[in-house]
């Protein structure tokens, strides 16, 4: 069986020299962090921030193929079961938050890290396009509010109960919980490519509902008054 680990402090200085908490260690200059999200809602709320029913509902109609479970004959599964899931992961990411990161929230939204430039590019324009794409320098977040995970958060839940799911190789940090500097030592180490060179699916969770700065030409449409329950329909990923 899995277990949650974390990094030891005497590896601290690893690719975060001269880096205070808050701000991001100089490893991860050039990363950002992108989210997509239904341009008619909040980009910053979350499917789980709603009642279990009306969650469950959601889930069935805007990604009823998500889950472990097994699948019917057009491929959906027991959404009850993928909250279940979500419910659990989102716990356990809360719980193990390294020192430092204070959620401000039940559960996070979700973000892909990445310093690929033409995904970076690609996300911008289509932000800029009115895509529905957020897209933020991580040199300008505030990391007291973020955790990561090498690659999809409940399949590294899952990990720590012996299960492999929803992660396409195995790894020392799966099953971790990291913090910025956690981060840039992981990418000074490991690299940001899977063993076969296909980008590794690094996933950042944002704990607070503050707004982002984002990259010009990304900025998400300023919600209306009549926006309670347009936010309530959103975390369309997660």
């Known amino acids: 069986m899995g277990m949650t680990t974390k990094f030891s402090q005497s590896q601290e200085k690893d690719g975060a020299v001269g880096s205070k ?3 991001q260690p100089d490893a991860l200059d050039g990363f950002y962090v992108i989210r997509g999200y239904d341009p008619e809602i909040d980009p910053l709320s979350s499917v789980m921030d709603l009642p279990k029913d009306e969650a469950v509902a959601l889930m069935e109609k805007i990604h009823p193929h998500r889950g472990i479970g097994v699948a019917d004959a057009n491929g959906n599964r027991d959404q009850q079961l993928y909250h279940a899931d979500r419910q659990q992961t989102d716990s356990w990411l809360r719980d193990n938050a390294p020192d430092g990161v204070k959620p401000e929230r039940e559960n996070p939204t979700f973000f892909r890290v990445t310093n690929d430039p033409a995904v970076v590019k690609q996300a911008i324009e289509d932000g800029a396009a009115g895509k529905g794409v957020m897209v933020a320098a991580v040199k300008d977040l505030d990391m007291s509010h973020w955790s990561f995970t090498f690659d999809d958060s ?85």
Do not use: C
Request: glycine residues 10%; positive net charge.
């Open 21 to 23: 908490f808050g701000q």
């Open 154 to 238: 409940m399949g590294n839940f899952f990990s720590t109960k012996g299960k492999s799911v929803f992660l396409e190789d195995k790894h020392d940090l799966h099953g971790t919980v990291m913090d910025a500097k956690d981060l840039a030592k992981a990418v000074t180490h490991h690299g940001t490519d899977l063993p076969d060179g296909k980008p590794r699916a690094i996933e950042g969770q944002y704990w607070s509902k503050t707004p982002l700065k984002t990259v010009p030409g990304s900025e998400p449409p300023k919600q209306t008054a009549s926006a309670p329950k347009q936010q309530a329909k959103s975390g369309l990923r997660k």
